[in-house]
């Protein structure tokens, strides 16, 4: 099993900075199956990246994902007063998923 | 308009059992693996478990292996999840969401979550 790793477990920012958040993997994972997701309280998750670097539907492009191999990264530009909440990552492999546990991304 | 949902969720005692519902509309829902993805309150997502269109590929977590079974029927657009032998751990939100291999298998549209709780 892939075991996904997020950092930082939280992360305060201000609105207008960039944020960056990272996603390490246990081993190698194709960046074709990597993806990111945002989720804020009593919601369901959004799909935001999906293929390492490719914005889903309506994603503003604020959110850019990048990274191979083990490493992954989020970036969020600039960041809007919308954009505090959880984020995951998720690897697909061997036909099982995994997700990362999460960065909260909170208002600083 | 996509929707997924869930129903079936409540209270059981541990050792006991309970069949979760999806019911899909707004997609071809015959056209789409489907899976089951958990998240205890205040916790992290869970991936539980994926069956393909045609319900020809199965697969589970290790968590649930042995105790719980995916299924589906396309007829009519419900996915399913038969939980046996629950324990305290798998009280959590169970979320269905749709795989799509146009987006590199990740989970597009997700249902709003149904609550099981497990307690004596």
């Known amino acids: 099993e892939t075991v996904l790793t997020q950092s930082p477990g939280t992360l305060s920012l201000s609105p207008g900075e960039r944020a960056t958040l990272s996603c390490r993997a246990s081993?190698?994972?194709?960046?074709?199956?990597l993806a990111w997701y945002q989720q804020k309280p009593g919601q369901a998750p959004r799909l935001l990246i999906y293929?390492?670097?490719s914005r889903a539907t309506g994603i503003p492009d604020r959110f850019s994902g990048s990274g191979s191999g083990t490493d992954f990264t989020l970036t969020i530009s600039r960041l809007e007063p919308e954009d505090f909440a959880v984020y995951y990552c998720?690897?697909?492999?061997?036909?099982?998923?995994?997700f990362g546990q999460g960065t909260k991304l909170e208002i600083k | 308009e996509v929707q997924l949902v869930e129903s079936g969720g409540g209270l059981v005692k541990p050792g006991g059992s309970l069949r979760l519902s999806c019911v899909a509309s707004?997609?071809?829902?015959?056209?789409?693996?489907m899976n089951w993805v958990r998240q205890a309150p205040g916790e992290g997502l869970e991936w539980v478990s994926s069956?393909?269109?045609?319900?020809?590929?199965?697969y589970y977590a290790d968590s649930v292996k042995g105790r719980f079974t995916i299924s589906r029927d396309n007829a009519k657009n419900s996915l399913y999840l038969q939980m046996n032998s629950l324990r305290a751990e798998d009280a959590t939100v169970y979320y269905c969401?749709?795989?799509?291999w146009g987006f590199g298998g990740s989970f597009l549209y997700w249902g709003q979550g149904t609550l099981v709780t497990v307690s004596s």
């Open positions: 998720q690897q697909y492999g061997s036909s099982l998923y995994t």
């Open positions: 081993q190698s994972v194709s960046s074709s199956y």
């Open positions: 293929g390492t670097s």
């Open positions: 707004g997609f071809t829902f015959s056209s789409y693996t």
């Open positions: 069956i393909t269109s045609g319900s020809s590929y199965i």
């Open positions: 969401a749709t795989a799509d």
